[in-house]
C-alpha cells in the first residue's frame, strides 16, 4: 500500500518570538475555533485524493499547536482518523511550548493518539529566552517536560537553539548538559537565522550575536557534547537516541509523499509540490473551492490544473532534473546520505556521470565520503553543505 | 501658420545651482504658458530620461517652444533651452547658452548663491547673455531674500532688488517672471536673407528620423530640400524635416529663419557627425565662417567596463554603440583583462557622466557590469624621448623606461559655511591640493580656491566633501593643465595572482595607506573560500600591505520547516546565482562589487 505523511498547520501562538518569521500569530479563541473548522474540511476534501494511501505519521506544527484547547485537537485528529487509514505504529508528533500545556491537556494528547512531543525550549538560560521573546523560562519548561513524562510521552523532542543574542560557548554548553541529563529521545539543534522582516533582524544593532570563532565553537560542542551523551546525528541538525529517529523527518529528506493542511502548509505528492495560501480569506476561499469542485483524480495533469483553479501557491510539476536535484540535497542532508543504486533505479541513469564535476570536486576536496554505493557527507562536508548542495544544482 | 514676428521671439535659459529648483521652474513657466493644462503636466517635463528624474539633475539638454500671451497684448514664442547641470557637461552648458540670448539666474532663498550658481552665471555672462535673477522658495521658513539679492549684487555684480520673489513649487510670481523675460531678454538678432548659419547645441538619435538636431539659427534659413553641411565635420545631408519642439514632441513645420530654435532630420545616421558646437550652413549658399566656440570634447575619465557574464560581450557592444548614437562624448575601445576577459575601455566627460553611462547599460539594455576603477589620462614621458598617454594602469611601461609622468591637475572651487573651512582644507590637504586662496561671500561663507590633481577627485571627493560639510560644501571644477608628479602603479594580488582589473595609478606617497585600505575593503568583499585567500597591495614587486580572508568554515542552512522545500531550494539557488556572479581569479571567485568598491574608500 502506498504511503503519506500528513502535516497540519496551526498558525497561532501566545506571543511572536523576536526571531520567529513562521506563518504564526495571537489569535482569540473565536478565531481558533474557525480556523479549525476549515481545518477539518480541508482534510476531508484532500483526503478523496490520498485517503487510501497508509498514513505513517502526523505532525502538528506551528505556531504553537499546544495553544489550542485539546478539545479542538481531539477533533482534528478525529477527522483525519475519518478519512485516511493510520498505520498501526503512526508516528504523531505535537509541538509545543512551555506554559501553553497543562496536565490535562497531556493527558488528552496520549488519550488520543499522540505518540510525540517536540517542546521548544530553545536555551536554558532565562536571560537568552527573554532576549528572544519567549514566553518561558527554564523552570516552566522543566515542569512541561516532567508533567509530559508523567502523562506517558517516551518520545520527547527538545528543541535548542545556538547563536543567541548574548549566548557564549559557555552558556550554551550548560544548555547542552542540563538538556542530555533529562535523557530525551531526540534534540533538534539549530541556529538561529536572522530573518528579515523579524524583529530581532530588524533591531539586530541593539544586539549583541556571539562572534564567529564563538559560533563556531558552540556549533562545534553540539555535536560533540550530543554525541558524547548518547545521541547520533541523523540529519545535519537533527539528533536522536538508536532508534528514535523522527521519522515524520526523514519523509521529507527522503522525498516521501506528504500532504499539508492548513495556512501555508506545504505538500508533495506523486512529485507534484504545492503550497496553500497563506492569507486566511484566501484559504477560506480555497477549501470552499474544493468542496465545489467536480471529482478529480490524482493523477497527471487534471490534478495539476485542478490544484491551480483551487487556488493554491506555487503549484510545480517536478521535472527529472528537479527530482534529481532534490534527490541529492535533501538525501545528502541525512547522515546516511544517498545510494547510487537508489538514483539508477528511480531515474536510470548513474549519479557519477550526471554528478561527476561536483562529486569529483568534493570527494576530493574532502566534503564528501563515500562507502560502497553510499555517499554523504563528511564532518566538514556537513559544515559547508551549502557549498556542496548548491553544485547539485543543475 | 503665419510668419513669425523675430522680435516676439525670446531664447533663453535657466541657470542655477543644483537644487535650486531649474527644473521645477521650467515646468511652472510651461503650465503657466497655457500650453498644457496641470492635468497633464507630469512633475519635471524637461527631465525626461528616468534617471534624470530620479536623480534630479539634467544631464542632456532638453527645449521647449512655448507660447506666452503678453501683458501689452502681443503673443510671444518663447524658446526655453534646458541645460545640463553639472560640471561634467560644461561644455555642452556652454554650446547651450550660445544658443541664447537671455539666461534666468535662479537663487535659492535660503541658502544664496552656490558654487555651480557661480560657475552657471560666469558661463552666461561670458556669452554675452542678459541675466537677470530671480530668487525661488521663498515660502521657506529660512528664506532671507534681501541677503540673497544683496549677495548676487555683491558677488555677481548683476542688479537684484527688482528680482521676482517667486515659489517654483507652489507657483507664486511665476507671471512676474514671464514679464521679465519679456522686458529683460533681448529677441534675437540676425537676418533671413543671410547665408544659413546654425549652432548644433544638442542632436539625438531616432531610429526612424536618423539624427535629430537641435540647432539655434544664427543667420538665414532652412527648409525641406536644403542641402546642408556641417562645417567642422565636414558631413552633409538634404534636410528632410524642420520643426520646433513641442512639450516631449517634434513638431514638423515649413521653415525655421533666423532667431528661430529648432529641429532638423536630414537621414544623418551617425551623431558623431553633428558634433555639438558645429555649425550647419548650406552647401549651395554657405556662410563665411563657422561659429565661434566649436571644440572636439576630450574624455577625462577612463575606465574598463565588462560585461558580468563574457558571453554577453556582443549585447554590451551593441549597447555602447547605440549610447554613442546619442552621446558623442562617450568613447570606447575594445580591450581585454586577464581577470574581466573581453570588455571595453571607455572614455568618459567625468564621474558621472561614467556613473550615468552604465546606469544606462544596465538598466535600458539590461546588462550586467563590472567595472573598474576610473582612471585619468596620465601623461607617460619614456626615457627614449616618446610620450604616451596612459588611460589603462595595466599599459603603464616598465619604471626603467620612464622618464618621469604628468597628471591632469584642476582648478577648484569650493563655495563652504565657515565652520567647515577646517575639515575642507583638510580633505583638500589630503588629497593633495595646493591651497590659493580663500574668499570671504560674507561673514558665514566662504568660496575656497584650490588645485587639485584630477585623479584624487574623480573617485569619493564629492562624497567626502559632502559628509565632511554635513551636506554644506558645493563644488566646481575646470581643467588647468597637466604636472610632473611621483606617481606609481598600485598592484593588488589575490592569491598570489596580480589582478589586472584593480591595478591603479596613485601618488607615491599615498599608496601604502591606499593599498592597506584597499586590501580591508577586498577582504570584506571576497567571500569565504574553502582555502585562506591572502590579499596584497604591491608596487614594483615590493608587498606593502596583507589582508587575509580567513577559510570558510561554516555554511549550513538548518532550518527547514513543514516541508517547505521550495524555499529551501531557492535559497541555495540565490546561493549559486551570487556565485554566477564571480569572476574566477585562479581559483578565487571575486564577486563584481569588489571591483567597484575600492572606489570609495574614504573614511572621513
Known sequence: MKKISLYVHIPFCEKKCFYCDFLSAPASVEEMEYYVNYLLREIREQSLFYGDRQVVSIFFGGGTPSILSSGEIVRILQQIRNCFLLAEDVEITLECNPGTVTSEKLYDYIACGINRLSIGLQSTDDEELARIGRIHDYAAFLKTYSLAREAGFCNINIDLMAGLPGQSAASYMRTLERVTGLHPEHISAYSLILEEGTWLYVNQSSYEFPDEEEDRKMYRLTGERLEEAGFYRYEISNYAREGWECRHNKVYWRRGDYAGFGLGASSMVSNIRWKNPEAQQDYVMCVKRMEDAQECTLAGSAFVKYLCKTGFHEVQVLTREEQMEEFMFLGLRLTEGVDRGEFKRLFGECMDEIYEKPIDKFLSAGLLEQEGERLRLTRRGVDLSNVVFTEFLF | ?604
Not at chain 2, 542632436?203 to 526612424?208: E, I, L, R, T, W
Not at chain 2, 561614467?354 to 563590472?370: A, G, T
Not at chain 2, 593588488?492 to 580591508?520: P, Q, T, W
Not at chain 2, 577559510?551 to 549559486?576: H, N, S
Request: proline letters at 4%; charged letters at 30%.
Open chain 2, 1 to 604: 501658420m503665419a510668419a513669425i514676428d523675430q522680435s516676439k521671439i525670446r531664447n533663453f535659459c535657466i541657470v542655477a545651482h543644483i537644487d535650486h529648483g531649474k527644473s521645477t521652474l521650467a515646468d511652472r513657466i510651461i503650465e503657466k504658458t497655457g500650453l498644457l493644462t496641470s492635468r497633464e503636466m507630469q512633475a519635471q517635463i524637461l527631465d525626461n530620461m528616468d534617471l534624470e528624474r530620479e536623480r534630479g539633475i539634467t544631464i542632456k539638454a532638453q527645449t521647449v517652444r512655448i507660447v506666452y500671451q503678453a501683458k501689452d497684448g502681443n503673443e510671444y514664442i518663447f524658446n526655453l533651452i534646458d541645460t545640463p547641470g553639472h560640471v561634467d557637461f560644461n561644455y555642452e552648458v556652454s554650446r547651450s547658452l550660445a544658443a541664447c540670448d537671455g539666461a534666468i539666474l535662479v537663487v535659492d532663498a535660503a541658502q544664496g548663491i552656490e558654487a555651480q550658481t557661480l560657475a552657471n552665471v560666469y558661463l552666461a555672462l561670458d556669452h554675452d547673455l542678459d541675466v537677470f535673477p530671480v530668487i525661488n522658495k521663498i515660502d521657506l521658513p529660512s528664506a532671507d531674500p534681501e541677503r540673497v539679492k544683496n549677495e548676487i549684487e555683491d558677488v555677481i555684480g548683476i542688479e537684484a532688488q527688482d528680482a521676482p520673489l517667486i515659489s517654483a513649487k507652489n507657483g507664486i510670481g511665476i507671471e512676474e517672471v514671464l514679464e521679465a523675460v519679456v522686458k529683460k531678454i533681448p529677441a534675437p538678432g540676425g537676418s533671413p536673407d543671410n547665408p544659413l548659419q546654425a549652432l548644433i547645441f544638442d542632436s539625438v538619435y531616432d531610429s526612424y528620423k536618423g539624427v535629430i538636431v537641435f540647432c539655434r539659427i544664427m543667420e538665414g534659413r532652412v527648409k525641406k530640400g536644403t542641402r546642408i553641411k556641417m562645417m567642422a565635420t565636414g558631413a552633409w545631408a538634404e534636410v528632410v524635416e524642420v520643426g520646433y519642439f513641442g512639450a516631449g514632441q517634434f513638431i514638423p513645420c515649413d521653415e525655421l529663419t533666423a532667431g528661430m530654435v529648432g529641429y532638423l532630420t536630414a537621414s544623418i545616421k551617425n551623431v558623431k557627425d553633428t558634433a555639438v558646437g558645429d555649425t550647419v550652413t548650406d552647401m549651395d549658399r554657405p556662410c563665411e565662417k563657422p561659429l565661434p566656440g566649436y571644440k572636439k570634447v576630450n574624455s577625462m575619465v577612463y575606465c574598463g567596463m565588462y560585461p558580468a557574464d563574457g558571453a554577453k560581450y556582443p549585447d554590451l557592444r551593441d549597447a555602447l554603440e547605440k549610447l554613442k548614437l546619442n552621446d558623442a562624448s562617450l568613447n570606447y575601445e575594445p580591450e581585454t583583462s586577464i581577470a574581466l576577459g573581453f570588455g571595453f575601455r571607455c572614455g568618459f566627460l567625468g564621474l558621472l557622466h561614467l556613473e550615468i553611462i552604465q546606469e544606462r547599460l544596465e538598466r535600458e539594455y539590461n546588462l550586467d557590469l563590472v567595472t573598474t576603477a576610473p582612471s585619468v589620462i596620465y601623461r607617460v614621458h619614456k626615457t627614449n624621448g616618446e610620450m604616451i598617454e596612459l588611460t589603462n594602469p595595466s599599459n603603464l611601461p616598465d619604471p626603467s623606461e620612464i622618464d618621469y609622468m604628468e597628471e591632469p591637475v584642476v582648478s577648484a572651487e569650493i563655495m563652504v559655511t565657515t565652520e567647515f573651512i577646517g575639515p575642507i582644507m583638510q580633505l583638500c590637504q589630503e588629497r593633495r591640493g595646493r591651497y590659493i586662496s580663500t574668499e570671504y561671500i560674507e561673514a558665514s561663507r566662504a568660496l575656497l580656491k584650490y588645485e587639485l590633481p584630477l585623479n584624487e577627485i574623480i573617485y569619493d571627493f564629492f562624497d567626502a566633501l559632502k559628509s565632511r560639510s554635513r551636506g554644506y560644501a558645493s563644488f566646481d571644477y575646470e581643467l588647468k593643465g597637466y604636472e610632473q608628479s611621483k606617481l606609481v602603479k598600485l598592484d593588488i594580488l589575490i592569491n598570489h595572482d596580480e589582478v589586472d582589473a584593480l591595478s591603479f595609478i596613485v601618488h607615491a606617497d599615498s599608496a601604502y595607506e591606499r593599498g592597506r585600505k584597499m586590501c580591508e575593503k577586498l577582504k570584506d568583499e571576497i567571500p569565504r573560500h574553502l582555502f585562506e585567500i591572502p590579499i596584497q597591495a604591491a608596487v614594483g614587486g615590493k608587498i606593502i600591505a596583507r589582508e587575509t580572508v580567513k577559510a570558510m568554515r561554516k555554511d549550513v542552512l538548518a532550518k527547514c520547516y513543514g516541508g517547505d522545500i521550495t524555499r529551501k531550494k531557492k535559497l541555495l539557488e540565490k546561493q549559486k546565482e551570487g556565485k554566477k556572479r564571480m569572476r574566477q581569479v585562479g581559483n578565487v571567485e571575486i564577486p563584481q562589487s569588489a571591483f567597484m568598491s575600492v572606489l570609495k574608500l574614504d573614511d572621513g
